[in-house]
């Protein structure tokens, strides 16, 4: 049997994107002040966890939260685009109802779950969810093959969450995955024997410290 990989993946701090649930995708949006706070405090109740090595997504939002981490473990950041969210083309940055009214067919095969969607280019290469799920889920399975017996800290967007909960609790493409993923909560993983093991899901008593009460965003934004 390999030496077990224990994982806390991580969702970045909130940014003002997040607080008007725009798409995001990669669009390099930085935390604003709430998601700033949300950060110091993550990085305050993770100190006295012993932690290997840190990763990030190279998006500022990811690398801001990571970056607090590491200053308190003393660390340096690994960041990954591969670590990224989904890019979305030119719906990023406009909200739900936006690309509804914009695109509803677009928009019914996306809340459909369609696989094999892609979203309207622009200046950006869009994925569809299969690519960007073979994409993050490579990542994710790199990063813990590379670290036997360690234990890591990965900062990373809703996507990368979800394909790792996907793959733990062996949920198919095209079927709706819809769970709560507060901005900064932390999600324990387990990789041993080429598979990942979900251990706890969406730790976040840390944000009852913020100043403000955390939104519990769900699928996409």
């Given at each position: 049997m390999d030496q077990a990989t224990d994982i806390l993946i991580?969702?970045?701090?909130?940014?003002?994107?997040?607080?008007?649930?725009?798409?995001?995708?990669?669009?390099?949006i930085p935390l604003n002040e709430e998601g700033r706070l949300q950060a110091l405090t993550l990085a305050k109740t993770l100190q006295?966890?012993?932690?290997d090595v840190i990763f990030s997504s190279d998006l500022q939002r990811a690398r801001q939260t990571a970056n607090e981490i590491a200053r308190c473990h003393q660390?340096?950041?690994?960041?990954?685009?591969?670590?990224?969210?989904?890019?979305?083309?030119?719906?990023?940055?406009?909200?739900?109802?936006?690309?509804?009214?914009?695109?509803?067919?677009?928009?019914e095969a996306w809340y459909a779950a369609d696989p094999d969607l892609f979203f309207p280019d622009g200046e950006r290469k869009t994925e569809s969810p299969r690519q960007f799920h073979h994409r993050a889920s490579g990542a994710l399975f790199n990063v813990a093959a590379r670290h036997p017996g360690k234990k890591l800290a990965i900062v990373t967007h809703f996507g990368v969450i979800e394909t790792a909960y996907r793959i733990a609790q062996n949920i198919p493409l095209g079927t709706q995955c819809r769970m709560p993923v507060l901005n900064t909560s932390i999600n324990r993983f387990r990789f041993i024997d080429g598979r990942l093991e979900l251990l706890k899901w969406g730790e976040s008593t840390h944000l009852e410290e913020a100043r403000k009460p955390a939104v519990d965003y769900y699928k996409h934004f």
């Open positions: 991580i969702r970045h701090g909130q940014t003002a994107w997040n607080k008007k649930k725009r798409l995001q995708g990669h669009s390099d006295n966890e012993p932690l660390l340096t950041v690994h960041t990954d685009k591969a670590l990224r969210e989904r890019c979305y083309g030119i719906c990023e940055g406009m909200m739900s109802d936006e690309i509804k009214a914009a695109y509803p067919d677009l928009y």
